[in-house]
């Protein structure tokens, strides 16, 4: 049972990225999900969440850029990121939990698997 992610790329800024986050071995329908990013020296940070009921969360940063979705028949989740800026940088790392599946503010604590993490990098 594993979260095997895909996307990340180096983008100039003002692009696009999108993250894809694959569940195997486990259906992601009853499990909430977010999205986490760590830049290197700063403290991991929560950048957006879906619940099971598809209720949304975004950090302030994400509001307006980012698009969080999942697709419960292909048993994924993805992160659509656009306008990326300068201090998007970091690695981006797909989380699931099955407690409370319909909470978005949970502790990274709480979450019982966590996707490999692809870097997004962006320069120009």
């Known amino acids: 049972e594993q979260l095997v992610q895909s996307g990340g790329d180096l983008v100039r800024p003002g692009g696009s990225v999108r993250l894809a986050c694959a569940a195997s071995?486990?259906?992601?329908?009853?499990?909430?999900l977010c999205w986490f990013r760590q830049a290197p020296g700063k403290e991991r940070e929560r950048v957006s969440c879906?619940?099971?009921?598809?209720?949304?969360y975004y950090a302030n940063f994400a509001e307006g850029r980012f698009t969080i979705s999942r697709d419960n028949a292909k048993n994924k989740v993805f992160l659509q990121m656009d306008n990326l800026r300068p201090a998007d940088p970091a690695v981006y790392s797909c989380?699931?939990?099955?407690?409370?599946?319909?909470?978005?503010?949970?502790?990274?604590?709480?979450?019982?698997?966590w996707g490999q993490g692809p870097q997004v990098a962006v320069s120009s």
């Open positions: 071995g486990f259906t992601l329908e009853s499990y909430a």
């Open positions: 989380a699931a939990r099955q407690r409370d599946p319909w909470a978005v503010l949970v502790s990274p604590a709480e979450y019982d698997y």
């Open positions: 879906v619940n099971r009921g598809d209720g949304t």
